[in-house]
């Protein structure tokens, strides 16, 4: 199905910082046929997010393409081992994504919306896998010291310092994979996905149904998940709230102190961050890039929009509200009928939300998000410098994705017959393509550091 007979050619994208830099990225690709779309949420600095901006459309675009193109042997090659970061130590045979029943758990879940003319259960699978392993094996040479980065040094402790950054530093991803009515939607962390849809074909009224679930210990499935893989540390894999205390998300690109073997993180970690490895770190890997994937089918008479946002968003506004805003910002510039009384609440008409102000529907989440109609509220939030801010409110990246809609639908139901606002983005034909390049195969080179670090302490420790 051609891609615009889904996808208005339009996606609004809006960003704000609180952290300076900002530790948010987002990307958008033209994918083989179909669309990417991506937020990244950094934590600890820049680099790690930077480093998945880069280069994850590339090995997503990859990993398509050894799947779909029937390569067995070549895509059972493409599959990191399950501890991801470990891969200097861990044993050379990797587990089958197809066969690890946790993966299986991750990946199986489906829409409800009716899948009798969905895609070929083949290749749906094989998709959800080339996701799956796309994420591992970026995250696999992010940890592994395998991403080259350009900076100014004079030292080689200096150089391996700089190369581990994206390791040390952390990101949350969310990434969406559009082809035809079929939307792919892979989630590491705590970013999330909202579709915006009617509750019934003949209503305006739009439901949010979450296509991610947020990836933090206050998920009952992650928190048992940490449990199941450290038996015998109850008291110790979670505290307050955080992996080994320190860390909020349970999956994450980066974050090398929660997934290196214990033995290489005790020469490393004192060398490159001057800290020694978590508490209580007894089993690596802690944290995981392997994201849970969901596959959901486009019902072109209800499904309106995709809503892709960092937890900056969701700190702020429900999943609900963010389908009422965008709601009634479609309503304010006509694209959807305004309800009537018996269709429910007015979005216009709620005094807590702006939702006239903006020609661009992220822009409007996020300006509803720091205060909606208090203006007052907004200026005094957006008036804190960082890194003052970043206790008041976090980085919020944001990225609307507009659906285009059955017109034969009768007009009651409200639509305008694809009537867009008129700084619409064209989201098919304005994308850049996927540089293959960023996926060619890197040099692990981690192991080869841990022995220039080891070697150095060993010659201190005979003077």
Not at 38 to 53: I, L, N, P
Not at 247 to 267: H, V
Not at 330 to 336: K, Y
Not at 406 to 427: C, F, I, N, P, Y
Request: charged residues 20%; hydrophobic residues 35%; aromatic residues 6%.
């Amino acid at each position: 199905m051609p891609l615009s007979s889904v996808l208005h050619r339009r996606c609004d994208l809006s960003s704000v910082a609180s952290n300076d830099p900002r530790e948010d990225f987002h990307s958008e690709h033209q994918c083989g046929k179909g669309l990417l779309f991506a937020v990244m949420d950094g934590h600890g600095g820049t680099e790690c997010a930077d480093v998945v901006q880069k280069h994850l459309a590339a090995y997503v675009a990859n990993a398509l393409d050894v799947a779909l193109g029937g390569d067995t042997a070549k895509r059972s090659s493409w599959i990191p081992s399950f501890a991801t970061s470990v891969s200097p130590i861990s044993s050379t045979s990797a587990p089958s994504i197809s066969s690890d029943p946790r993966i299986l758990s991750n990946i199986s879940m489906q829409s409800t919306n009716d899948q009798s003319d969905g895609p070929d259960p083949v290749r749906k699978q094989l998709i959800m896998d080339a996701l799956v392993s796309a994420f591992a094996r970026l995250d696999d040479d992010i940890c592994n010291g395998g991403i080259d980065i350009e900076t100014p040094v004079s030292t080689t402790d200096e150089m391996i310092r700089a190369h581990l950054r994206p390791a040390l530093a952390g990101s949350c991803t969310l990434l969406a994979y559009i082809e035809g009515r079929d939307v792919y939607v892979a989630c590491t962390g705590d970013s999330r996905a909202v579709l915006g849809r009617r509750s019934t074909i003949d209503s305006v009224w739009l439901d949010p149904l979450d296509l991610s679930v947020d990836q933090t210990v206050r998920n009952p499935q992650e928190y048992n998940r940490l449990l199941d893989e450290h038996p015998g540390e109850l008291e110790t894999v979670v505290v307050k709230g955080r992996v080994l205390g320190g860390l909020m998300p349970t999956r994450a690109f980066g974050d090398a102190r929660y997934k290196w073997p214990t033995q290489l993180s005790s020469i490393l970690l004192p060398h490159v961050t001057n800290r020694n490895p978590p508490k209580n770190y007894k089993t690596p890997p802690y944290v995981t890039a392997r994201p849970v994937v969901t596959h959901y089918r486009i019902t072109p008479s209800r499904d309106m929009f995709l809503v892709l946002a960092t937890d900056g968003l969701y700190d702020e506004l429900s999943s609900q509200e963010v389908v009422t805003v965008v709601s009634g910002f479609l309503q304010h510039h006509q694209v959807a009928a305004k309800p009537t009384v018996e269709w429910g609440t007015d979005p216009l008409s709620n005094k807590s939300f702006k939702l006239t102000s903006d020609t661009n529907a992220a822009t409007c989440l996020i300006r509803n998000a720091l205060g909606g109609a208090n203006e007052d509220k907004m200026r005094k939030l957006m008036g804190i410098p960082a890194p003052y801010s970043r206790r008041f409110r976090d980085d919020i990246t944001v990225n609307v994705l507009f659906f285009q809609h059955d017109s034969k639908v009768s007009q009651h139901v409200g639509l305008d017959g694809g009537r867009l606002v008129k700084e619409a983005t064209d989201a098919v034909h304005g994308l850049p393509g996927v540089d293959l390049s960023l996926a060619n195969v890197k040099q692990h080179r981690l192991q080869s550091w841990v022995s220039y670090f080891a070697k150095k302490d060993q010659q201190q420790s005979k003077l």
